[in-house]
């Protein structure tokens, strides 16, 4: 009960100050080529695109960095848990997504798996982080200048689920970066 009072505390307070400072975040790639991409190479080179159209979304691939804002966030890989005590139910599977948060700010940057990552399935179905005993690291806490924080973060996910993409994206601005991990 704990748990879900406190999660519905947080949305609510995150809804409320989402509402209130909406800005864009600054979404870039860093290294190698996206997966795919939302639209075709015909429509870049078109003609200059109205301000009003919606932007091009990038999807990533496992290995690629992409620099949000002031952090540089690599999905590192996909291994799915092993714990002997956290099982999931009937029909799903636990996968841990190994994510590396480096900071190229000046200041100390905070993250948090809870309210900065989700996992959603081809159907459009979201996964939010689940709790495992074997998962390497923690993707929690600050991060200073010039440092790194390196974690797993666990979803519990449909075994049959035909297409999974990882979702790092800041409560407090718009955008998202994707990257495909099945």
Not at 44 to 50: F, G, N
Request: hydrophobic fraction near 35%; proline fraction near 3%; include cysteine.
């Amino acid at each position: 009960f704990k748990m879900k009072s406190l999660k519905f505390l947080s949305i609510t307070v995150l809804s409320a100050l989402a509402l209130t400072a909406c800005t864009e975040a600054e979404i870039e790639k860093v290294n190698s080529t996206p997966a795919s991409t939302a639209s075709s190479s015909a429509a870049t080179t078109a003609v200059e695109t109205k301000e009003s159209e919606a932007p091009e979304e990038t999807i990533y691939k496992v290995g690629d960095s992409v620099k949000f804002d002031n952090l540089i966030i690599t999905v590192n890989g996909v291994r799915n848990s092993q714990s002997e005590f956290m099982k999931p139910e009937e029909g799903n599977q636990i996968i841990l997504v190994d994510v590396t948060a480096e900071n190229k700010g000046t200041d100390e940057e905070s993250v948090s798996s809870m309210l900065l990552t989700e996992v959603v399935d081809g159907d459009g179905y979201k996964y939010d982080v689940t709790i495992v005993d074997d998962n390497k690291g923690s993707f929690d806490g600050s991060i200073g200048a010039g440092r790194k924080l390196r974690g797993e973060i666990a979803f519990e996910v449909p075994e049959a689920a035909s297409s999974l993409e990882f979702i790092f994206s800041n409560p407090f601005k718009t955008g998202q970066a994707i990257w495909k991990i099945k």
